[in-house]
């Protein structure tokens, strides 16, 4: 750590006192270490391979109802208190924000509040560098494949301490490895693109690397000779690859600061029936090795398994502390990380409960529709939920893929989406938020 050998809870604690002798009220600070290596494969040699050993602090003092952040890369001694000398400084020069503040020590979660999601030990580029050529090898041995566009595979780990001068103290570390590719492919003068990609804590928790390539292959194969559709209307199938981006539309309309500032369309639903009944959106901050768990929230609250959405019923607004304050509520573990920074909202593995017929029994139930494979860039109104997005697929005849489709504007407001949603049978837990593949009918699709 520098010309330091104090320990990092050592270090953030003297930071700390620094604050206080420079006049802040309090203060809170993380203290990270990250290191990692990427490697890029092109035509089955090595093109780069990068390597990152970072540290950084961050620091938050309070003066009164004031609050300013700083953050830094010099973790000596002399580096440090000048960090807090400048934050308290800027503190007092804010104006003031009466819902800011640390948790009452009574709030803090009690016990241990460490957590080790350690992974895959550190993995050589050597291996990276096989995995990546193999996956990239497999993409192209795909008839119809023209090239790979980028392929790559890396391992990182990040340990970070956290402590405030209420008296939390709390340390995370964590390992993943990633490996994924875009593969390009080309019919009468007509490129379309598709991929594969995978982050897990261990290699073991994912296909091989070949099956990583051939996947992202056969899915760009498949949809070469894209057509354009009629505007209608019809039902839409959105694959398990986008259809987490509704449960993320759900999530920004259920923020605390979004409800407190009064821009959702759900605010005032709160233990309404949002969603159809045996409708369950849960998040699980202690699933084991989960990409997002964790102990506390990111103001030190305790965290626990809580159905956001129960029985089809809305049941929770995602706080942290400024807006719990505001909206005159308990805040009820939903910060972002914030040691260190103000801190946001954020849940950490959020899932939709899958539903009891596969994508196929769904789409012989519609007959006719579209499935959502590729997403581009969704226009959500806040206020109403009023909902567009670009979007490419696969037409559904007779309740079978019948051909691809491209260019295509899928439009609705998300209300009468949720109420409309039936999800499928094909969960994956893979990710911080997963839904299995989602059919909503009577959507209005604008095309030709």
């Given at each position: 750590m520098a010309d330091s050998e104090i320990s990092p809870e050592n270090t953030l604690s003297d930071l700390l006192d620094q604050c206080r002798k420079a006049g802040a009220d309090a203060a809170d600070a993380r203290l990270g270490i990250a290191d990692g290596v990427s490697v890029s494969v092109r035509e089955g040699k090595l093109e780069s391979i990068e390597r990152e050993e970072s540290a950084s602090v961050a620091?938050?003092?309070?003066?009164?109802?004031?609050?300013?952040?700083?953050?830094?890369?010099?973790?000596s001694r002399n580096g440090l208190k000048t960090l807090a000398e400048r934050c308290a400084a800027m503190a007092r020069a804010v104006p003031e924000d009466r819902f800011c503040g640390l948790a009452d020590p009574a709030e803090l979660i009690g016990g241990n509040a460490d957590l080790?999601?350690?992974?895959?030990?550190e993995i050589p580029a050597e291996r990276l560098e096989s995995e990546a050529i193999a996956a990239e090898a497999a993409a192209l041995s795909v008839a119809g494949v023209k090239t790979v566009a980028g392929c790559g595979s890396s391992w990182n780990r990040s340990t970070r301490w956290v402590a405030a001068s209420n008296g939390f103290r709390a340390w995370k570390t964590g390992t993943s490895t990633g490996l994924g590719l875009s593969a390009v492919a080309e019919k009468n003068g007509q490129m379309e693109r598709d991929y594969d990609s995978w982050s897990v804590r261990f290699i073991k928790d994912r296909p091989s690397a070949e099956e990583v390539g051939r996947t992202a292959g056969e899915r760009t194969i498949a949809r070469l000779g894209a057509r354009k559709i009629a505007t209608q209307k019809a039902a839409v199938?959105?694959?398990?690859?986008?259809?987490?981006?509704?449960?993320?539309?759900?999530l920004g309309a259920?923020?605390?600061?979004?409800?407190a500032r009064g821009v959702s369309f759900l605010k005032d639903r709160m233990g309404e029936q949002v969603f159809a009944g045996g409708i369950y959106i849960t998040d699980d901050p202690v699933r084991p090795l989960g990409m997002g768990s964790r102990v506390h929230d990111g103001e030190g609250l305790p965290v626990a398994q809580t159905h956001l959405i129960e029985d089809g019923k809305l049941t929770s607004w995602l706080l942290n502390l400024p807006s719990a304050r505001q909206l005159g509520l308990t805040s009820n573990g939903f910060a972002s990380l914030g040691f260190g920074d103000p801190p946001g909202v954020s849940t950490s593995n959020v899932y939709l409960r899958a539903g009891k017929d596969s994508p196929g029994q769904l789409a012989r139930q519609i007959g006719k529709g579209?499935?959502?494979?590729?997403m581009f860039g969704p226009s959500i109104n806040p206020n109403n939920g009023d909902y567009s997005v670009g979007v490419a697929g696969f037409w559904i005849e007779h309740g079978e893929i019948a051909w691809p489709v491209?260019?295509?504007?899928?439009?609705g407001d998300l209300p009468s989406m949720?109420?409309?949603?039936?999800?499928?049978?094909?969960l994956e837990l893979r990710s911080t938020r997963d839904a299995p593949s989602i059919l909503i009918e009577d959507m209005n699709l604008a095309g030709s």
């Open positions: 620091l938050r003092c309070f003066f009164g109802k004031r609050q300013a952040s700083v953050s830094g890369a010099d973790l080790d999601l350690s992974g895959e030990a199938i959105f694959d398990r690859r986008v259809s987490d981006s509704l449960i993320g539309a759900l259920i923020s605390g600061p979004s409800i579209l499935l959502v494979t590729d491209s260019e295509v504007t899928v439009a949720f109420a409309r949603m039936v999800p499928a049978n094909d």
